[in-house]
């Protein structure tokens, strides 16, 4: 999963690289700078190099760490070093960035690093490493995880590493960072949140290596025993007493590092916690967890707290929610609605006692809130809590605290009342963001909900207490009474306000992206199938409606000019960029790629429908649908052949021998499915329902009878979506339904995608994907009923619609900015919009072939 919070912060409305950012507020620069040397912004750094340097390909890096307040008299000290020896070095170019790179959610294999240098050799590393320990001997700055520190500095370190953009391609797209080990092999060039040297390189700055550290890990007197939650602010351990036995919490808090935004670091969190749970516990105890001891060891500050037995709220609802089953009865609905309450008065009283000691929480959101053994509500983690007579903590999480908009001085309780509203919506459904943009929304969630079952009108009082619908950006959504009347009308409005939408955001003179992506774009590439403008493109044309000159010429030029860098597959490579390519009509382009897919060397490693064989051979199935060429035809059996002749399959699935459509089993049985209708060859077919089958072996029965998928062996978390669980899982088997366990398990698997709403609106992890699949069974089934579900199913997209002018724009991933992409975006919820209304289609995975759907039928089964 890409990280959507960093790529959120450049620009307000659509995801882009941190470095792209208007204006990062102060930046910094040496303040002196002799002639030669020049200096170039890379991202969130400034390099700075000169003519005639000595470089090195690889080798011992430099890091120094610095204090915020400190940063740039740190700098000035390393740029003179640096200038000095004539060594090649960088530096966060500005503070807001400084910020961002030590922020309490950001990576922790960048923490601590604030300048680099790059010595070409072991001797100059050596002199530079002595050099800036005795010239910063009175600094100090955050650890570098990654790294070792030098001598006995508090800013120095170094790690050996790649110093050129060395790297190999990975199936999904991105690049994995090499390096060459002490025997001359490539070998990947690892950033974890400790020191690791690649074989055969020894450290030579120490006189011996440190003994590894065996056994548990005690912190005074307590010994933890399980990590529950790392971070680059430090980390959360439960523990035990080891005097008592007792169970406690302990957070940790790691020196000049896990600031927020208004520059409060970790240690000044923690410290400021400690004294506000010691307060509020001994004027009210049990209205937060009780404080136990704060110390420091070595450079870390640790407070020891009461352990609060129970479960997460965020884990409560998921497992007592009726909206998240399938077929409840009333009265299920009616006991969960009761707990709810109970849940809300319990958070009531604790909120008040809290403020009437003249405190606000701050964070009022399910992760803060344990729901003990008894039912009762706990409040914990009191980092944001603040007097009410000062500003708010400048932290939260989102969704959960108010938008700039609403932000009221004059209300001290405002953050609380907020974050307790958005409780409330939680327990009714995970639905956030999007109300935030276009409150009108949240009478479409009130109908979806109350398909159901009623929405009691006490809890919903409370949900929507801060949204109030007033003029927005674009014309208004139907509201629920239109939809009522008309389900299909307002789809297909829908679908032509969409398709507005991705247009209106296209520009072909855009350096970067054509279309808005989604983080992952900037981690793979721009002009993909899954986030980049293929996508958009292959969605437009499977709607029926004309993709514009330019973008057209825009999307060949590029596909062609990123060729050689493209992994193969069908997601983030070169076959889906074919597939559609030759559906825009250019078939000779689409094949020159195929063939390069063909013979890439990850073809060779990988068989997903994702990223590898199953995926190509999938794109030459199309491209013989579209062209008759028989070659096309042998190239997907040839495809089909190799996977068969895989004795062990595990290896070149995803990680952890993964399940569902993408990245596990199901995805091959589609591919061979599809290769057997092509060819006449059972056997293609045999050997996918045997894939399906062992697919089956791992499902799990949830509480209500359906059957859902973990992601892999290790991740155990069930789920729906196309992209990991149940709907692309349900999507194969719809190929599969004259099999009889197929057949048995396809109702199960299809229930478990029967949402009201999900978390994200996309196609690939959201609530698209559901409605894709819904579409899918109704054609298959051709009963009214299912007809009726998918319908009602598409018409909760709606709820996910923010208007803008004419058209509408969608959240990608994590919901926090636009996106057009197929995976998390626009062009995805278009796919699944079309398929709802128009029936079987030349879907990028499906090659359904195209039945037409009657007007008197759709209208007839689009009854809910």
Known sequence: MFDALSEALADEQFYAPLGTMADPGRRFAPARVPAGWRGTDRDIWTAWSAPGLRRAEQGWKIHVSARLERAQEVLDTVAGTC??????????????????????????????????AYPPDTETAGRLLDLLADALRDEEGGYVLSDRRHRDSRTVHYRYGAFTRRSRLLPDGTAEPLVLDGRGREVPDVRRPYFVLPDGVGDPFVAEEPAPHRGAVRLRDYEVVKVLQPSNAGGAYQARDTRTGRLVLIKEARPHNGYTWDGTSARERLRREYD???????SAPGACPEPLAHFTEWEHDFLVMEHVEGRPLVKWINQNSPVLQTDRPAADFDRYHADCRRLLAGLDAALGRLHALGMRFGDVSPGNVIVTPEGEPRLVDFESATPLADRPARMGTPGFVPPPGQADPADPLLADRYGLAAIVLTLLAPFHNAPQLSAANLALLRRDLAA??????????????????????????????????????????????????????????????????????????????AYGTAGVVHALQRAGLPVP??????????????????????????????????????????????????????????STLAGGRAGIGL??????????????????????????????????????????????????????????????????????????????????????????????????????????????IGTALLSYAADERCAEALPRVVADARKVCAVQSGLHDGFAGLVHLLAQYADFTRHDTDRGHAVRMATGLLKYAVPHGDGVRWLGTGSLRFSADVASGGAGVLLALHRALHGPGDDWFTLDPTRPRSRERSSEGSRP
Do not use: I
Not at 91 to 115: D, E, M, P, T, Y
Not at 276 to 282: F, I, Q
Not at 673 to 688: F, M, N, V
């Open 619 to 728: 794109a030459w199935l199309a491209l013989h649908r579209d062209t008759g060429d028989p070659d096309h035809l042998e190239r997907a059996a040839a495809a089909g052949e190799a996977l068969l002749r895989t004795a062990d399959l595990v290896p070149t699935l995803g990680a952890h021998d993964a399940r569902g459509l993408f990245h596990g089993r199901s995805g091959l049985a589609l591919f061979l499915h599809h290769l057997s209708a092509a060819t006449g060859e059972p056997r293609y077919r045999a050997a996918g329902r045997a894939l399906l089958h062992q697919e089956l072996d791992r499902a799990v029965e949830l509480p209500d009878g359906s059957l859902s998928f973990a992601d892999n062996a290790v991740n155990r978390r069930v789920m729906p979506y196309l992209a990991t669980g149940s709907a692309g």
């Open 83 to 116: 200038f000095a020896e004539g060594v090649p070095f960088k530096h966060v170019s500005a503070r807001f960035f400084f910020l961002a790179l030590h922020h309490k959610h950001a990576s922790r294999s960048q923490a601590g690093k604030f300048c680099a």
């Open 276 to 282: 506000n749970l010691t307060a509020v516990h001994a």
């Open 452 to 529: 159901a079952a009623p929405v009691p009108a006490d809890l919903w009082r409370r949900a929507t207490a801060f949204h109030r619908p007033g003029p927005g950006a674009g014309a208004p959504l139907p509201d629920p009474a239109e939809v009522d009347a008309d389900p299909l009308g307002c789809l297909a409005r829908l679908a032509d306000r969409t398709a507005t939408g991705l247009l209106d955001l296209a520009d072909p003179d855009r350096p970067g992206p054509l279309f808005p992506p989604s983080p992952a774009a900037f981690h793979t590439n721009t002009v993909c199938l």
């Open 549 to 606: 000159d330019d973008v057209g010429k825009r999307l060949r030029r590029d596909a062609l000019a990123a060729a050689d860098e493209l992994p193969p597959g069908l997601l983030a490579g070169s076959a889906g960029v074919a597939r559609v390519l030759a559906r825009g009509g250019h078939p000779d382009e689409a094949a020159d790629l195929l063939r390069g897919a063909d013979g890439h060397p990850l073809t060779a490693t990988t």
